[in-house]
Nanobody, 126 residues
Framework: QVQLVESGGGLVQAGGSLRLSCAASKGSISNYGIGWFRQAPGKEREFVRAISWSGTILDYGDSVKGRFTISRDNAKNTVYLQMNSLKPEDTAVYYC???????????????????WGQGTQVTVSS
């Protein structure tokens, strides 16, 4: 079992950057794939990026390609989401989640994940 805590959200102007962290407050993430999702008000939860336990990055091609980068540091028990060139449409609550599913599974599917963090708000002003 693992407990996840997101941090690093906040208010930023369009074009700015933020780095979100997903840390395990209980357990180790080293055997888990980690995904980042976001949810804006009135919208469904949207896949952002994922990284497998071995470091394979899964992006499936989307609106954040070329702007958001996921990485992991197992020694720090943390996964990061570096967000650059932020746009107002990136405004959402960002969640990280952990999965034991192998990387050939669909990491964009929230149902593949076993544990979720509480979320961190990202607001991008125009």
């Amino acid at each position: 079992q693992v407990q996840l805590v997101e941090s690093g959200g906040g208010l930023v102007q369009a074009g700015g950057s933020l780095r979100l962290s997903c840390a395990a407050s209980k357990g180790s993430i080293s055997n888990y794939g980690i995904g980042w999702f976001r949810q804006a008000p009135g919208k469904e939860r949207e896949f952002v990026r994922a990284i497998s336990w071995s470091g394979t990055i899964l992006d499936y091609g989307d609106s954040v390609k070329g702007r958001f980068t996921i990485s992991r540091d197992n020694a720090k028990n943390t996964v990061y989401l570096q967000m650059n060139s932020l746009k107002p449409e990136d405004t959402a609550v960002y969640y990280c989640a952990a999965t034991l599913a192998p990387s050939y599974r669909n990491y964009a599917n929230p149902q593949e994940y076993h544990y979720w963090g509480q979320g961190t708000q990202v607001t991008v002003s125009s």
